[in-house]
Structure formats: structure tokens, C-alpha cells
């Protein structure tokens, strides 16, 4: 199995999917609201959300990125997903992320959304990043912005009008400085 990094937040712990989170991980993807703006916007049933979990950390082996599940580091409660995609089929790398409906509103997304962001410029040297956000989810739209998205076009992803934000790494913006 591949080694999925733990990264550490003042807050938040990001660490590898596991069994221990699928109750919780199953019914954040069995709430309506949770999934309204991700894949077909319907919710999964226990054995959908248990494929979704096994794709995620298959993503992992395949790409040597993918999501982790995120933990409130006071008591270990699982929050939700955070991290990197890059699925067949998809633009470019994605950052994406999803909460349990009674964390959000708390800045869970984009504390965890940073620490992403740093392992993909610090660990990967991956220079671009994207975020992929369907019209109307104006909470991930902020989310985006405040991360440093840029938003810099709208597309049809999948049949959905979509945001595309670009988050660009700090190497890259220094190496433009330099020119």
C-alpha cells in the first residue's frame, strides 16, 4: 500500500481515509446538501459511498496524491475530505473538498485546503493547481477565493456549468518575479 503522509493544521490532522471513518464518510455522502455539487449531485447509498472511499485511496497508488480524510486533532472526530485529484477525464489537478454539514462554517476547508496546497507546492512541485466549483455553490466559491484562487473561466464539466479557480505556487510566482 502506498504511504499517505500526515499533515498537521493547528487545528486539523489530514490523514489516510481508514474503516474508522466510513459511518461518518457514508453519511456525509448520504446528505443531499453534501452532494448537490459533486459527481451527479445525488446521494450514495452505504455501498456507493464505500467504492467512493476505495477510489480515493486507490487514487493514492495511481497518481501518488489523492484525498485525506480530515480530523478535528482535539478529539479525532472526522470533519471531512480534503486533497488532490487528478482523475482520468479531469482538466488538470484538482484541489477539491467536502465537510460533514455541522463543520462547516467553521474555516475546516480552507485550513485543510492550505495544507494541501503547501505538500502539492512543497512535496509534489507541482506548479498549478486547480478548483473545479459547479455554478451556484457560492459557499465553495469563497472557499476558493479564500484559498488564492483565481477565477479565470467557467466550462462545462460533465454536463455542469463550472467555476475553474487556479491556485499558482509561490516557486512559480517567485521564479516570475525573477524575470
Do not use: C
Amino acid at each position: 500500500m502506498t504511504d499517505i503522509p500526515i499533515l498537521e493544521t493547528p487545528r486539523l490532522r489530514l490523514t489516510a481515509l481508514a474503516e474508522r471513518h466510513f459511518d461518518a464518510y457514508a453519511d456525509m455522502l448520504a446528505d443531499p446538501e453534501s452532494t448537490r455539487y459533486v459527481g451527479s449531485g445525488v446521494p450514495l447509498d452505504r455501498m456507493n459511498a464505500w467504492r467512493s472511499m476505495a477510489m480515493l485511496l486507490g487514487h493514492w497508488t495511481l497518481r501518488g496524491f489523492g484525498m485525506w480524510a480530515v480530523e478535528r486533532r482535539e478529539d479525532d472526530v472526522f470533519v471531512g475530505r480534503v486533497g488532490l485529484m487528478f482523475p482520468e477525464g479531469w482538466p488538470s489537478i484538482e484541489l477539491g473538498w467536502m465537510l460533514r454539514p455541522e463543520h462547516r462554517g467553521n474555516g475546516y476547508a480552507t485550513e485543510a485546503g492550505h495544507a494541501a496546497l503547501d505538500y502539492a507546492w512543497q512535496r509534489l512541485h507541482i506548479p498549478r493547481v486547480i478548483s473545479l466549483v459547479r455554478n451556484g455553490n457560492e459557499a465553495s466559491d469563497r472557499v476558493a477565493k479564500r484559498l488564492g484562487g483565481e477565477f479565470v473561466e467557467s466550462i462545462d464539466f460533465h454536463g455542469s456549468p463550472t467555476h475553474v479557480f487556479a491556485y499558482y505556487s509561490p516557486q512559480r510566482d517567485a521564479a516570475e518575479s525573477a524575470k
